[in-house]
């Protein structure tokens, strides 16, 4: 595997960071998580933008533009291989003195590594996923910025690990108010009455670039959309549920604390939202080669 790292394509084994990195240090950094298919990238302006936005609200001043990095994702993209798949980029602080003091770094690093990732198995996005909510909350949004892809994932690996420990594939994670921000790694969105709801950003969820192609989506089909403040009571009594993000896609949700939602199968809008996203994924996006 070629990995992009600081300007080169290098194999995996010479991809190394120091260990005086701030990323690595004090998670002081941000990512993207982008799928290709079809030998394009989904989304790729999106993303980028948000990983600049990212870069700016933690003051990271970066050494490239955004045209660059899309060049160089859609390089290694291509230097590997792949036609459908996931690429990641990482952009740490860079390298400086012990202490939290960015500016002890004077570059950042990214790297940037072409792959493939499978959250979830097949059988859940047919017979949907049995989710339930965890102990764990989300951060306020004054503490840690939702809308930050930043390198501080303690918060949500904790919260995946109640999930698995719960016997599930997926935590819903609450914010100290007590409404749902989000799950772990991907957005929530439920049907009621033909409406779709979904969490507000500043209830503690990532602007997901998925949620947004999932309004959009709502927007073309003419569903009404709402986002809104939910509680689990809302989820309780919701018709269908289902999450979405870059790795899980868009995955259905039949039971939440193994309470089941609508009859207990995917329903009929999901599926519907399902198969747009899909061809939107598969007919749209960036090529590569
Ligand atoms: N919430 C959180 C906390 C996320 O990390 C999403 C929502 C969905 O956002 P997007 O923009 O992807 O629709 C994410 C994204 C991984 C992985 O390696 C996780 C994400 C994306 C890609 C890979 O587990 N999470």
Redesign the pocket.
């Known amino acids: 595997m070629k990995i992009w790292l600081d300007g080169k394509l290098v194999e995996e084994n010479e991809a190394k960071i120091s260990v005086f990195d701030h990323g690595l240090l004090y998670g002081d950094g941000i990512f993207e ?1 982008i799928r290709f298919y079809n030998g394009r990238v989904f989304r790729l302006e999106e ?1 980028i933008t ?1 990983l600049f936005d990212s870069a700016k609200a933690i003051l990271m001043k970066m050494p490239w533009t955004q045209e660059e990095v899309c060049k160089y994702t859609c390089e290694t993209i291509a230097a590997n291989g792949l036609t459908n798949g ?1 690429v ?1 980029l990482v952009i740490t602080r860079g390298a400086g003195e012990l202490g939290l003091n960015p500016y002890q770094c004077p570059t950042p690093s990214m790297f940037i590594i072409a792959s493939t ?1 499978k ?1 979830y198995p097949e059988e859940h996005y047919q017979n949907g996923l049995a989710i339930i909510t965890c102990a764990t909350r989300r951060p306020a949004p004054a503490a840690l910025m939702p809308q930050v ?1 930043s390198l501080n ?1 303690l918060n ?1 690996v904790m919260a995946k690990v109640e999930a698995i420990q719960g016997g599930a594939l997926e935590a819903v994670m609450l914010n100290e108010q007590g409404y749902v921000a ?6 929530l969105f439920l049907f009621k009455n033909g409406v779709l709801s979904t969490p507000l950003i500043s209830d503690g ?2 602007d ?4 947004s192609v999932i309004l959009e989506i709502a927007e073309k089909l003419g569903i009404k959309v709402t986002e809104r403040s939910l509680t689990r009571y809302d989820i309780f009594i919701a018709d269908e549920c289902f999450l ?5 896609e868009v995955i259905p949700v039949v039971s939440l604390d193994r309470r089941v939602i609508g009859d207990g199968k995917p329903g009929v809008l999901t599926k519907q939202f399902l198969k747009e996203f899909h061809e939107l994924a598969m007919n749209s996006g960036t090529p590569f080669a």
Request: proline residues 0%; charged residues 20%; aromatic residues 8%.
């Open positions: 998580g993303h948000r996931y990641r990732i959250l892809k994932y949500n989000e799950c772990t790694g991907d957005n969820a990532l997901g670039i998925t949620r979405t993000g870059t790795a899980a």
